[in-house]
């Protein structure tokens, strides 16, 4: 399964507006955050909308509104951005194509369980899953340098 580029914009930008909010700079203008990646914000802002869909992010409107984490970056994992953007869908839908062919015609109750190719690929795809949602936006955030954070916060004007 491939996923698109746009997981990991989204996965950067909870991390992002999770080091702002421990800051007090959220919320940040999606316009801002598009900037600060150098990326088109039609683009971005896709992104965006997609994790507000899910509850990730919220975006509050004024002056003094923009983006910011709808819930605590421990409350948020990698599996709920990845669903969000790439939608729940399995990563190998089994067609049953040991149905055709030389097997077609055989009556159904041959094929009542899944095959070992279905069976093996819904075991890793649920491995995969679970990884996922065991990873919150916070582990993330606390696993990269603390001057990224640093670095992160005086782009959007803290200290």
């Keep these: 399964m491939r996923m698109s580029e746009g997981v990991e914009w989204a996965a950067h930008v909870c991390v992002l507006l999770h080091w702002l909010d421990e800051g007090g700079l959220t919320p940040v203008p999606a316009t801002r955050l598009a900037e600060s990646y150098d990326l088109p914000a039609a683009y971005l802002g896709k992104q965006v909308q997609a994790l507000a869909r899910a509850g990730i992010t919220e975006s509050?409107?004024?002056?003094?509104?923009?983006?910011?984490?709808?819930?605590?970056?421990?409350?948020?994992t990698?599996?709920?951005?990845?669903?969000?953007?790439?939608?729940?869908?399995?990563?190998?839908?089994?067609?049953?194509i040991r149905q055709r062919g030389m097997n077609a015609g055989k009556p159904r109750s041959e094929f009542a369980q899944p095959c070992g190719i279905a069976h093996a690929m819904r075991g890793a795809e649920l491995a995969w899953r679970r990884e996922?949602?065991?990873?919150?936006?916070?582990?993330?955030?606390?696993?990269?340098p603390t001057r990224a954070a640093d670095a992160a916060r005086r782009h959007f004007g803290g200290t």
């Design 60 to 76: 509050l409107p004024g002056r003094r509104g923009g983006i910011r984490l709808a819930r605590p970056a421990s409350a948020i």
């Design 78 to 96: 990698l599996m709920d951005v990845v669903t969000a953007i790439e939608g729940g869908t399995q990563a190998f839908p089994c067609t049953e």
């Design 132 to 144: 996922l949602a065991a990873t919150s936006i916070a582990d993330l955030a606390s696993s990269t």
